[in-house]
């Protein structure tokens, strides 16, 4: 190391010291991170805060969702906050793509008509979320776009999972509080297809988002954004909602085994012990107790091909490796 650089260490440490002095520590949420600032959410205000030395030197990397411990400091400026880092708190989960940690809920966003809802993007989220720890919760909106028969098809398809499900209309209001209480005191990721109305939902439920985190918005140039960076809005101090594409290039995760498959289908769940052999892929085996479910319209057909196809992407894995 340097002379100079010694130095400027030093002058850190100092100042560190100096800071670790003054204020309490709080626990708040990072709900973003940019040019080398994170935004943390504490008690309903924002606040802008640098990552104290220990942390820059072990090059922690702070993920929007990431619980710290950090201490306030002096204001920016007029209306912004400012604050240090001290401490990253453990995490419960931590997803690659999108990059968020203590995801609570994945929301899957699909339209019951423009576009046709995609049961097999659907069902590969809803892998992709439980293999995370997330609970995969189904929202079906454009719900004034078609009649109860087609809502029915899918409650009926998606009823045996037990995933949480609502429908509803950004245009009519139908579902939207249903979704808000579905949302409340939790950290979720919204998902789904270009055009299913991932924006007009944030809108629809959007009167009462956080202004400090508006205002964080406006002023980075929201208009602006690359998929690059996630941004948590907050709809209450418990409840934090992010709306992230790039999902659609989605494969199965890289290190699923195949016996692990099933058991992230949970229709499939209860039956797995009644197949004749302990090893059943429940393919072409003989006496296979989710084909005998899938015979007698217990377990839905459209949930399991996605099944088989989601068996073969993760043996072609498994094979090259
Ligand atoms: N009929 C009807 N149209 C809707 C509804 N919700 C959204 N739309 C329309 O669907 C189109 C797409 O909505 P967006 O909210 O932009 O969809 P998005 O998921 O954000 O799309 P991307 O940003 O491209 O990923 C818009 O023309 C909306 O007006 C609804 O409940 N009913
Ligand atoms: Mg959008
Ligand atoms: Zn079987």
């Known amino acids: 190391m340097s002379r100079k650089a010694n130095k400027k260490e030093q002058h850190t440490q100092t100042q560190d010291a100096v800071e670790a002095l003054s204020g309490d520590l709080h626990e708040g949420t990072i709900v973003k991170g940019y040019s080398g600032f994170y935004y943390v959410s504490f008690e309903g205000e924002l606040y802008e805060c640098s990552l104290r030395g220990k942390n820059r030197q072990k090059k922690v990397k702070f993920l929007p969702g990431d619980k710290v411990l950090f201490r306030i400091g002096e204001g920016v400026d007029d209306d912004t906050r400012g604050g240090a880092i001290e401490e990253l708190l453990p995490r419960k989960n931590e997803l690659v793509r999108p990059p968020v940690a203590n995801l609570d809920q994945l929301v899957i966003l699909t339209a019951l008509a423009d576009p046709a809802p995609d049961l097999r993007l659907i069902d590969r989220l809803t892998v992709f979320a439980q293999w995370n720890e997330v609970t995969p919760v189904l929202c079906f909106n454009k719900a004034d776009l078609v009649n109860q028969e087609a809502q029915d098809k899918l409650k009926e398809i998606y009823g045996p999972t037990g995933f949480p499900m609502v429908f509803c209309s950004t245009v009519t209001g139908e579902g939207i509080e249903e979704v808000k209480a579905l949302l409340h005191?939790?950290?979720?990721?919204?998902?789904?297809?270009?055009?299913?109305?991932?924006?007009?939902?944030?809108?629809?439920?959007?009167?009462?988002?956080?202004?400090a985190t508006g205002h964080v918005s406006e002023k980075l140039g929201r208009g602006r954004h690359t998929t690059r960076h996630v941004e948590l809005f907050q709809l209450d101090s418990e409840t934090l909602l992010a709306d992230t594409p790039g999902f659609s290039t989605l494969t199965v995760p890289e290190d699923i085994k195949r016996e692990?498959?099933?058991?992230l289908f949970p229709e499939f769940l209860d039956r797995l012990g009644?197949?004749?052999?302990?090893?059943?892929?429940?393919?072409?085996?003989?006496?296979?107790?989710?084909?005998h479910a899938l015979a007698n319209g217990e377990v839905a057909q459209s949930r399991y091909d996605n099944y088989l196809a989601f068996l073969e992407e993760v043996i072609q894995q498994e094979r090259s490796f």
Do not use: Q, Y
Not at 197 to 207: F, Q, R, V, Y
Not at 274 to 291: G, I, L, Q, Y
């Open 185 to 211: 005191g939790k950290f979720s990721v919204l998902a789904g297809n270009s055009g299913v109305g991932k924006s007009s939902l944030m809108n629809a439920i959007s009167d009462r988002w956080n202004l």
């Open 260 to 263: 692990e498959l099933s058991r």
């Open 274 to 291: 009644d197949c004749r052999f302990a090893t059943c892929m429940h393919k072409n085996e003989p006496d296979c107790a989710v084909k």
